[in-house]
């Protein structure tokens, strides 16, 4: 079964604009990874959030956590045209295996 | 230079036809991962190891057999290829708050 699934969506949005991905999941996880794939490539951890974390930044990225509705998303301020890639939360249970969303492919558009 | 190498990156192979995937990771980690992406599902776990040893397995069929020579080595024989094996095939590593992924073996099964 799907421990994380996304609200599959294609996105797309002016240079220079936030977006907000969300990402609900239906089983008990302690930690949430979101992921971005570029085209012809693997997927790239970008930020992780811990069960006991509300909210996790890294640059023009923010991952908020929210146990209580088993609910997670990925903000990015300021989108650049290098943000166009899909992105992915996956959950789990500590490093072990993952369980990924369907996706939302983002595109920046200059 | 990659950090995990995936052999070869691309590959077609005939319909009951047995091939070996390779991954090599040079990130120190214990554990490795198996995940499988088609255009009909989101990103698939299918085996992890640690330590050379097999923690989980999610994959249904036994034709999937992962192999492990060295710590850092994952290996994946899959026997009687179907087309519906057709995918992208990663390998994976973790450590303690990474979890970095191999650029794929793009299978193809004719």
């Known amino acids: 079964s799907q421990w994380g699934e996304e609200n599959l969506q294609a996105l797309s949005i002016q240079e220079g604009e936030d977006v907000t991905m969300n990402c609900s999941y239906k089983?008990?996880?302690?930690?949430v990874h979101w992921y971005r794939q570029d085209s012809g490539r693997g997927p790239a951890l970008i930020i992780l959030i811990r069960s006991n974390e509300r909210e996790k930044r890294s640059g023009r990225l923010r991952a908020t956590l929210d146990t209580s509705s088993q609910s997670s998303s990925l903000s990015i301020t300021a989108a650049q045209c290098e943000d166009t890639a899909v992105y992915f939360c996956?959950?789990?249970?500590?490093?072990?295996?993952?369980?990924f969303g369907k996706g939302t492919s983002l595109t920046v558009i200059p | 230079d990659p950090k995990i190498i995936q052999k070869p990156k691309y590959l077609v192979a005939v319909t009951g036809s047995e091939k070996i995937l390779i991954c090599e990771q040079y990130?120190?980690?214990?554990?490795m991962y198996w995940y499988r992406q088609s255009a009909k599902k989101p990103l698939e776990f299918m085996f992890s190891y640690s330590y050379q040893k097999l923690m989980d397995n999610q994959t249904a069929s036994s034709r999937f057999q992962p192999q492990s020579s060295k710590k850092n080595h994952l290996d994946l024989q899959i026997t009687a290829l179907k087309p519906d094996d057709s995918a992208t095939y990663f390998c994976?590593?973790?450590?303690?708050?990474?979890?970095?992924f191999g650029s794929g073996t793009r299978l193809l099964v004719i």
């Open positions: 089983t008990y996880t302690t930690v």
């Open positions: 990130l120190g980690h214990n554990a």
């Open positions: 996956a959950t789990g249970t500590g490093y072990q295996n993952f369980y």
């Open positions: 994976a590593s973790s450590g303690c708050s990474d979890y970095t």
